[in-house]
């Protein structure tokens, strides 16, 4: 599932992020050829933008990829919600289609490692984080500074039981707006998440400046490299 319905507020394109020109690309085209290109990926379903979904598809199909389009939802987790209806396999991936950068490998390593251990509900992308981090109150008083070897960016793809994620996200129906990605509600929920060590450069394009270090990048991918 990938998740492609935000409005990209702060890219400020004048239109959805998904459709944005990264590297010579639109920015959800880049996601959708590292799917494609990843073994253990059977079929793909891209959640749009509200009545963008009949564009989404054109997108798709332009890039020779065969996806099934579901409306997105007022939140990004709403949105993965109204994606996981048309999924009936065993292992869901999740992506956000604002990281371009995800290489095909990285994908089919997440899958692996979940499909390795049974007693597992997830199994995300993430890389140590480099800052130190502060938790601050709401006046920015600093709290607490965790310990930061043990601090983790979380990132997509994110893996898990279909299953588990479905009852993750109902079981948090009420909360989904304070969701920040899936493991969350799947961690509330009780299951078990791990973590695979992603490159650092799966960067997520928010803003204007972090859309040209993606394309910077991108543009050294040699373009077979997700044939
Ligand atoms: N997303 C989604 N449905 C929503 C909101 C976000 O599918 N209702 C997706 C976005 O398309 C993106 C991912 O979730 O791929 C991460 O969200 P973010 O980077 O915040 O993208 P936007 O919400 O589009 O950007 P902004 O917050 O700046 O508006
Ligand atoms: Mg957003």
């Given at each position: 599932v990938i998740a492609a319905a935000g409005s990209g507020e702060r890219l400020?394109?004048?239109?959805?992020?998904?459709f944005v020109e990264v590297a010579g690309r639109p920015l959800l085209a880049w996601s959708l050829a590292a799917f494609d290109a990843a073994?253990?990926?059977g079929a793909i379903v891209v959640v749009a933008p509200p009545g963008e979904e009949k564009r989404i598809g054109d997108l798709a199909a332009e890039a020779g990829i065969e996806g099934i389009v579901a409306p997105g939802g007022e939140h990004r987790s709403k949105s993965v919600a109204n994606g996981l209806l048309h999924v009936d396999t065993e292992l869901v991936v999740v992506h956000d289609?604002?990281?371009?950068?995800?290489a095909p490998t990285l994908i089919d390593e997440v899958v692996m490692r979940l499909q390795g251990?049974?007693?597992?509900?997830g199994v995300i992308a993430a890389a140590p984080v480099a800052d130190t981090i502060k938790e601050a109150s709401l006046?920015?008083?600093?709290l607490r500074t965790p310990e930061?070897?043990?601090?983790w960016g979380a990132q997509t793809p994110q893996v898990f039981r279909t299953g588990i994620l479905r009852q993750a996200l109902s079981a948090h129906a009420g909360e989904l707006?304070?969701?920040?990605?899936d493991a969350s509600l799947v961690e509330r929920f009780g299951g078990e998440v791990l973590i695979h060590e992603a490159p650092?450069?799966?960067?997520?394009?928010?803003t204007p400046r972090v859309l040209r270090v993606a394309e910077l990048l991108l543009a050294g991918r040699s373009s077979t490299e997700l044939d």
């Open positions: 400020g394109a004048g239109g959805p992020k998904a073994a253990s990926v289609a604002a990281r371009p950068l995800v251990d049974g007693g597992v509900a006046s920015r008083r600093v930061r070897s043990r601090l707006e304070f969701a920040t990605d650092q450069q799966t960067i997520k394009v928010t």
